[in-house]
Structures are given as C-alpha cells and as structure tokens.
C-alpha cells in the first residue's frame, strides 16, 4: 500500500507541509517496501485548481490513502472519486504521522474546507 | 459616446461619478459593468424591468466514450479535469469555457452543454436607460456578462453612455474600457489612493485611452493625487469636495442631480468638460 503526503522539504526526516494543493512535494510512502518517494507537486504554482492538479498527482502515484492536516472540497470530491482515503496529520514530524497511521490512531479528515480560491481578479 | 469611469478600487467613487453623470446627461445609458457587486440599480430603481440569462459553455462527459488518455487534463489551465481511476470529473466552478479540452479529446467525450453564470438586466429611470450585469456568486469570470451588456447597448450608440467599471485593473476592467472613447479615472485624496490611480492610469496609457481623473473627496489643503496628476500633467477634469450633504443623500442611494442643484451644476459641468475632451479627442485623432 502506497501514502501520500504533502511535504516541504524532500526530506522524510522534516515535517508534513502545512496545506495540500499548495504544497511543492508529496512523499509517496511504500508500507510494504518501506521505500519512500518524492514527487514534485506540479499544481503548487498554479493560478487556480491547485487542489484538483494536486489531488490528480496524488492519484497517479498510484496511493490509496492521503494524510494531511487539510483538504479543499474539490480535491477531497477528486480524491474520493479514485477511493484514496484521506486522513488528518496529528503531528510535526513525517514518520511520527506514517507511525501513528499504521498504528490505527489517526481519523479520517472531516473538515473539508471550501477551499481558498481566487475570487475574480483575473 | 462611451465613457467608461474606473478606479483602482472599490469604494472611491466610480458610481456616483458614473450615475450621476448619466442622470446630468438626460436621455442616456448606464450600465453597471461591475457584475460581481452591481449597485448603480440602487441609485435608479429602475422600473419595466427585462432579465435575460447569460450562459457560458462548459464541457460534459460521456465516461463511456472516455479512453482515459488525460489529454485534457493536461490542457487545462485552471485545473478543472481530473482523471479519478475509471472517470473523468470536471469541475464547472473552475472551468473557464475555452473550449480546449473539446478540442484536444481524441475520442470526442467531451461535448458543450450550456451553464448559468447570471444575467442582464434592463430598465428606466426617468430619461436614464439602465443597464445592470449580474455575476453568479462564486463564478470565476464575469467577462461574458460584460461583453453582452455592451452588446446590448449598442442599440444606443448615438446617446451618452456611462460605464460604471469593476474596481480594479483586470481583465474584467479592460474588457469594459476595451470600446471606450474616453475613460475618467476617480480617485480618492490619500497616498493609499494615489497607488490605486496609478494602477488604472497604466492601464489606459497601455489602451491608449484619452481620459482624465476626477478627484473625489476632496478636501482644503494636501491632495497626493492632486499632486500625481500636477507633476505628470494628467487632466483634472474636476473635483468632488467631501460634503456631508453629498455622503447623506449618496447613502440613502439617493441620485444627488436630482436632489440638489448644487450638485446637479457640478455634475453638469463635469459632463460638459468630459464631452468637450472626448469632441476634441475625435477632431484631433481621426
């Protein structure tokens, strides 16, 4: 089983990012291997539907689960289409989530916000 | 003669300046092109009221024709495809109807389908025709609604018609100044204010627009954009002091040429100035 989470740094020593569509890596997490992965978020920079680009890379990474401390509706709707199950980071650290994770002591994300799109303006 | 009014931001006066404008010129068209917060209808009330909807194309899918190929969800700028295991999923908030996605689908899934984005309204007020776009809530571009208002004054082409602008400098605002003869630029008597006229003073040098600048609430003494316009010789077509009388009768979404002949004669010649300018623009430039 393969999981994703957006990151900063491609370090798996460093922190999870601090939001989903905007962040510039996801890890790509292999619990069988226990082989990690980073890959480029493409949707970091764009002008709008950053959590659908996002969510899309999510999706092609082939993972199944997502944990993030947040998610907008479109990306969450995305994510939820292709089954990837999307739950909330509790703590600082990388492996300290992927722990707590397999250990069954994260929940599932129930705040979805609207997302934080550009109103106009462009 | 179309004059469109605009400002950096919201808040500095293109309505008043824009309505009563209209309401001086007598036999003559408003139209509010700020679709997203329309408010010059509050001032007309305008009566024998006509709607129409405006719509905008979006793609549909047929998920059985659908190879899965995610061509166009890597044509799509703003991000409104995704391709979830075995469907497509298009997001019709985010879509912005250019049609790409139609074009570069090998298999033809995807085809038109109209949306709802708002609507145009018309009516009258006393002698003013009054022209209102209203933008769906949460719609991303109000480009459609504007380009068919302006459609539909074209009826009026021979008459004075006032363009209440969106605040700003974006697409929607050039899209509203792109048929103008003459843009008149409100601004507000702050250095905060004079950063927003700067930006909308760029924007019709690059539209090569003539225009000059209406200096709103205006009071003795300092004026920074007073003093912008000075020290790069701009046009001051006028000056709108700050009064109460005018801020009393303006937030009753009273028109104050109607109400008061103080402001009916200085709205009167505002016009009469902007006329001129637009008269010698034509003599000069054709």
Avoid: W
Avoid at chain 1, 95 to 120: K, T, V, W
Avoid at chain 2, 107 to 118: F, Q, R
Avoid at chain 2, 258 to 264: C, L, N, T, V
Wanted: aromatic letters at 6%; one cysteine or more; charged letters at 25%.
């Amino acid at each position: 089983m393969k999981i994703a989470m957006p990151v900063g740094k491609k370090d798996i020593e460093s922190n999870v990012g601090t939001s989903f569509g905007r962040s510039p890596y996801f890890l790509v997490y292999d619990t069988e291997s226990k082989e990690s992965e980073f890959i480029e978020n493409k949707a970091a920079m764009s002008s709008g539907g950053a959590g659908v680009k996002a969510a899309q890379t999510v999706i092609d990474s082939d993972s199944t689960v997502l944990l993030t401390p947040q998610c907008g509706e479109n990306a969450a709707n995305t994510l939820k289409s292709a089954s990837v199950e999307i739950y909330k980071t509790t703590l600082k650290s990388i492996r300290e989530n992927i722990d707590a994770y397999m250990a069954g002591e994260l929940q599932p994300l129930s705040e979805i916000h609207d997302g934080f799109h550009d109103h106009g303006g462009h | 003669m179309k004059i469109a009014v605009l400002s950096g931001k919201g808040g500095t006066g293109k309505t008043l300046v824009s309505v009563n404008l209209a309401a001086a010129a007598e036999d003559s068209i408003y139209i509010d092109c700020d679709v997203e917060e329309p408010n010059g209808h509050l001032f007309f009330k305008p009566k024998d009221l006509v709607e129409e909807d405006v719509t905008v194309k979006i793609p549909e899918v047929d998920n059985q024709l659908c190879n899965g190929c995610k061509k166009c969800v890597e044509f799509c700028r703003f991000n409104a495809l995704a391709y979830a295991k075995d469907r497509l999923i298009v997001f019709d908030d985010i879509c912005h109807s250019c049609g790409g996605c139609m074009m570069v689908c090998p298999v033809k899934a995807l085809t038109e389908k109209d949306k709802s984005i708002g609507k145009v309204q018309m009516g009258r007020s006393e002698d003013v025709q009054v022209y209102t776009g209203i933008l769906n809530t949460g719609e991303p571009s109000g480009i459609p609604i504007i380009e068919r208002l302006l459609e539909e004054s074209k009826a009026g082409d021979d008459k004075i018609i006032l363009i209440d602008s969106p605040p700003g400098s974006s697409c929607t605002v050039m899209e509203t100044i792109r048929d103008a003869d003459y843009c008149i630029l409100v601004a507000e008597p702050t250095v905060f204010g004079v950063h927003n006229l700067n930006m909308v003073y760029e924007l019709v040098q690059l539209f090569k627009k003539p225009f000059g600048v209406v200096l709103n609430k205006s009071l003795e003494g300092e004026n920074p954009a007073e003093d912008f316009c000075l020290e790069r010789g701009i046009n001051i077509l006028g000056k709108i002091p700050f009064d109460s009388e005018l801020g009393t009768l303006n937030s009753n979404a009273e028109i104050v040429v109607r109400k008061s002949e103080k402001y009916k004669e200085l709205f009167t010649d505002l016009l009469d100035r902007v006329k001129k300018e637009v008269r010698h623009e034509t003599t000069t430039n054709s």
